[in-house]
């Protein structure tokens, strides 16, 4: 009986840390959802600092189960930065992008060719 008792203690302590561990996430967004929509909707100098603000910290502080940043926001962040006309660290960033993702090389790198001819 004292073996079973120790066994569902346990399986019941097993279970509450997987629950734990699956509730963290692969990648860290921060406030990066509002602060794409505060942009999209509105594009203005000050909406633009706070999404670029966004970009570097999430860039800098990945707290994911991954470590690692989350897919898509190198490439957006070079959006900005070549919109911007700050095409050389634009680049930099597609480039982080596609070593990080790389199956992204495909769509991103054409976008790379064109932008260093």
Same mark, same amino acid.
């Given at each position: 009986?004292?073996?079973?008792?120790?066994?569902?203690?346990?399986?019941?302590?097993?279970?509450?840390?997987?629950?734990?561990?699956?509730?963290?996430? !692969?990648?860290?967004?921060? *406030?990066?959802?509002?602060?794409?929509? &505060?942009?999209? %909707? +509105?594009?203005?100098?000050?909406?633009?600092?706070?999404?670029?603000?966004?970009?570097?910290?999430?860039?800098?502080?990945?707290?994911?189960?991954?470590?690692?940043?989350?897919?898509?926001?190198?490439?957006?962040?070079?959006? !900005?930065?070549?919109?911007? *006309?700050?095409?050389?660290?634009?680049? &930099?960033?597609? %480039? +982080?992008?596609?070593?990080?993702?790389?199956?992204?090389?495909?769509?991103?790198?054409?976008?790379?060719?064109?932008?260093?001819?």
């Amino acid at each position: 009986m004292k073996n079973l008792k120790l066994i569902i203690v346990i399986c019941l302590i097993s279970m509450g840390c997987i629950s734990c561990m699956s509730s963290k996430s !692969l990648y860290t967004w921060h *406030n990066y959802e509002d602060a794409s929509y &505060v942009y999209t %909707k +509105k594009q203005t100098d000050k909406t633009l600092d706070k999404l670029i603000k966004e970009y570097k910290y999430i860039i800098s502080h990945q707290k994911g189960i991954r470590k690692a940043v989350p897919p898509g926001i190198y490439a957006e962040y070079a959006y !900005l930065l070549i919109k911007m *006309n700050n095409k050389k660290e634009g680049i &930099v960033m597609l %480039k +982080k992008e596609v070593g990080l993702y790389p199956e992204s090389k495909m769509f991103v790198g054409r976008i790379i060719k064109q932008l260093e001819k």
